[in-house]
Structure formats: C-alpha cells, structure tokens
C-alpha cells in the first residue's frame, strides 16, 4: 500500500462512529457488522492503472450481474436481526451498468428504510434521469469516482443541481493522474493479484505484521450469493458461504470466519491472500474488532506482533 490517506476516510470513520452511537452497550455479534457490499456487476467500462483490470489475463471483462433474488434474500435476514448499518452497491465492477440496479436498492429500502444506501460509480453513465431515478429508489448517496480532470468537477456539480440533488447526497472524488499522489486514492495491491510496478502495486515478497480488520466489520456479496472472507480478496481465494444456501448471520458468524479473524486478530497474516496483500487494515473497523474478539475471548493483548501502527484508526 502507498502512503497516501484517502480524505474520504474521514467520511467512513463517522459513519462507523454513527454505528456506534445506534448499537451502543450490546453483546450482540451481529452488531460488529458495519457494511454490506454488494457486487451487483462483473463489467466495468474503464481500465485503471491501479485495478487489477488493466490485466485481463488476471481480471477479465465479465458480463455477469446480480440476480435480484440475491438481494432479497440478503435484506430478508438483515432486516430479520435488525441491521442498521450501510449497503454498499460497489465491488468489483461499475454498479451503474447492472440494467437493475434501481430495482436492487428498492428492495433494499422498503425492509430497511432508515439504513444508509450508496454506490460508487465513474459516473459516465449518469444522466439527469438516471439520478432521479436512483435517488427515487431510494440511494442515500453517490460517490462518483473523477478520473478524467478537473473538469469534471463543474460537469457533475451542475447535474446533480439540475436533478435536484444536494451536496450532502453526493461526493465528487478527483482520482485524476496527477489530482493528488497516488491517483488522490490509498492505493493498495488488492490482496497480491495487482502486478503493476509503474504505479507501485506488486505483489508482497514478505507479508505485513500487524492485525487486519476488514473480516471483523464488512461483508462482500459476490454477484452469485458468495460471501468472500474480505472484500479486497479479488482473487476469490477464501469464500465463507452462499447467501442463498446459508443465512447471513450464520456465514458472518461461521467457523470458517471465526479462525481466519483469530489469525488477523493475533497479527498473522501468514496465509494466502493475506501473505501477499499490503493493506494497512486498521485504518477504520476498530469497534467490530473489539467487539467481537471479546466475544471469541481474546483481547488486545493477545497479538503477538509489535503494537497498533500509527494508521489504526
């Protein structure tokens, strides 16, 4: 991972302190669940430098997309625990070129009506309508991802004025060569598949110590119901369980979960992804980590490697 500190970091820390302030004192395991990701498309219409797109051989162009009964059956057993934290309609491709997508966050508002909806996209698909219409659906916001230039900046604020939409409903993203180091993102080589070396991102010959939180507070919905164990795992190497055959409580709660967060939790990172992967994964996630290595029996004293960097969030 390279050095620089995306700012919207600071967007997703009050999100997670707002999580906190609504679960409050509970023993809850389910309460250490933060974000839900949804991988509702395989294509995406653009190649980055820092994707592991720009490789087919490693990542190809796939058009596969969500079935909406993956969604309703996700939302059925998150509104059946009460779920109060995000939906992310993000993953691997770009969300707007789902034909359903609409369809997707409609489902999702009607059983969980209070909860935070959004999605990413590079925003080339976006016309006026399209954002009433997603707004109308029911999306809570939309990052739009800039990669062109400055430009766009005006383009994209004179829209979301045309359709009526407010700031605090969207965020504008400069990730322009040369918008900030490192593309204006925390550039990271999604889990060791990225072998790009001009912009940095290679595999790691020798894995990072320290902890990882990832495991502890999102779940990543594959485009086919798969629940990997971590959303920067882009080679699909840990898959946990199928939302359609398994419950989401069950697969976030499943042995399978449990051994692979007491290995990040002790500073192991020893294992395939995680081995080769260079994300500083305490940047944010540290309630759910807390939470539910309590609820395991460890503690923070239990990591046998040096202490929390000075990343951990």
């Known amino acids: 991972m390279t050095g620089y500190r995306d700012p919207f970091l600071k967007h997703r820390k009050a999100q997670e302190k707002a999580h906190l302030a609504r679960v409050g004192e509970t023993v809850d395991p389910m309460a250490s669940l933060i974000s839900v990701e949804m991988n509702v498309t395989e294509l995406c219409n653009r190649v980055c430098d820092f994707c592991p797109r720009v490789d087919p051989e490693i990542y190809p162009n796939r058009d596969l997309s969500m079935d909406l009964e993956v969604s309703r059956k996700v939302v059925s057993d998150l509104a059946g625990f009460g779920y109060g934290g995000r939906i992310s309609f993000s993953g691997y491709g770009e969300s707007l070129l789902n034909k359903q997508l609409s369809d997707h966050i409609r489902i999702f508002r009607t059983a969980l ?4 909806i ?3 996209t590079n925003g080339d698909k976006l016309t006026l309508a399209l954002i009433q219409e997603l707004f109308k659906a029911g999306i809570s916001a939309l990052y739009v991802n800039l990669y062109d230039g400055p430009e766009q900046i005006d383009e994209f604020t004179e829209l979301f004025a045309e359709a009526g939409i407010g700031q605090e409903h969207y965020k504008l ?8 180091e490192d593309f204006g993102l925390t550039l990271n080589n999604r889990a060791g598949i990225m072998e790009n070396a001009e912009v940095g991102l290679v595999p790691l010959e020798q894995g990072l110590k320290g902890r990882c939180y990832y495991p502890f507070y999102k779940m990543f919905v594959d485009w086919n119901g798969d629940v990997l164990f971590c959303a920067n795992d882009w080679a699909r190497n840990i ?3 199928n939302v359609m055959k398994n419950s989401v409580g069950e697969i976030w709660m499943s042995e399978k979960m449990r051994d692979t967060r007491l290995r990040l939790g002790r500073g192991d990172r020893g294992f395939n992804p995680c081995g080769k992967c260079d994300v500083v994964g305490t940047l944010h996630g540290q309630f759910s980590f807390d939470h539910l290595m309590s609820l ?9 490697t040096p202490p929390k960097n000075e990343a951990t969030g």
């Open 173 to 180: 993203r400069p990730h322009w060569p040369g918008s900030a």
């Open 113 to 116: 009506p209070e909860n935070f």
């Open 296 to 304: 395991y029996g460890e503690s923070e004293g239990d990591e046998s």
């Open 239 to 241: 898959i946990v369980g």
């Open 118 to 120: 959004e999605t990413n």
